[in-house]
């Protein structure tokens, strides 16, 4: 069983620039969730996708985006950086329906400066 | 709206020694909670959850959980704990099936002396 694996795992980007994390889902999942883990904090739930479309979202704002792909696969967007945006970002699968628990990735760590 | 609270920011033990990590939460309807593991620059892991049923759950790694509904905790439990049990606990809910997101507490930092 492949787990959930993400890329980069390191980045440092200025401010004002986009990034765009990756994700691949656990075998068998078919929904995957972003979260972002700033320093010395819980992860925050940005949002979700489920059959390709966002289900559920945070309190975040519209330059965070996202997208689903047919294999389950995911992407997170970011645009316009700014510093408090560096943070750890964890992509995490599941099976819509299954009661609850998630499966992370080792995440992405983004600095943005 | 669901939330959830650790209190203790640090929890030290001896090894060998029993171990407790508290949590509390705060949901609308019926909780679903979860405890995950996290080891430095990793993902998290997850340990147990509880849904419906025994309010003693079991889970990896000899950890066990309490819930209580009248208190609405979820503590994490272990009766004797290893140095490699050293690793920042978060807790977690969701506020039942139909939630999309689980909410986090803000972690409590365990560490096992020998």
């Known amino acids: 069983e492949t787990g959930v694996t993400q890329s980069p795992t390191h980045l440092i980007k200025t401010r004002g620039q986009q990034v765009t994390l990756r994700c691949s889902s656990q075998?068998?999942?078919?929904?995957v969730s972003w979260y972002q883990q700033a320093l010395g904090q819980g992860p925050q739930f940005i949002f979700q996708?489920?059959?390709?479309?966002?289900?559920g979202r945070g309190n975040f704002p519209p330059r965070f985006s996202g997208l689903q792909f047919p294999n389950y696969s995911s992407e997170l967007n970011v645009n316009a950086l700014e510093l408090d945006d560096s943070a750890l970002y964890l992509c995490?699968?599941?099976?819509?329906?299954?009661?609850?628990?998630?499966?992370f990735g080792e995440g992405s760590r983004l600095t943005v400066l | 709206a669901q939330s959830v609270a650790q209190p203790e920011d640090q929890v030290n033990v001896a090894e060998g020694n029993p171990l407790t990590v508290k949590c509390t939460y705060s949901?609308?309807?019926?909780?679903?909670l979860f405890w995950y593991v996290q080891y430095p620059n990793r993902g998290l892991q997850f340990l147990l959850k509880?849904?419906?049923?025994?309010?003693l759950v079991k889970g990896s790694y000899g950890f066990e959980a309490e819930f209580n509904k009248s208190q609405t905790s979820f503590h994490l439990k272990k009766p004797s704990a290893l140095v490699s049990d050293s690793a920042l606990y978060f807790c977690?809910?969701?506020?039942?099936?139909?939630?999309?997101?689980?909410?986090f507490g803000s972690g409590t930092q365990l560490t096992v002396l020998p």
């Open positions: 995490a699968s599941s099976s819509q329906g299954h009661t609850g628990e998630l499966f």
């Open positions: 075998s068998g999942h078919n929904t």
């Open positions: 996708y489920y059959r390709e479309e966002e289900n």
């Open positions: 949901v609308s309807g019926n909780p679903y």
């Open positions: 509880y849904i419906t049923g025994d309010n």
């Open positions: 977690a809910v969701r506020d039942g099936p139909s939630a999309r997101q689980l909410t």
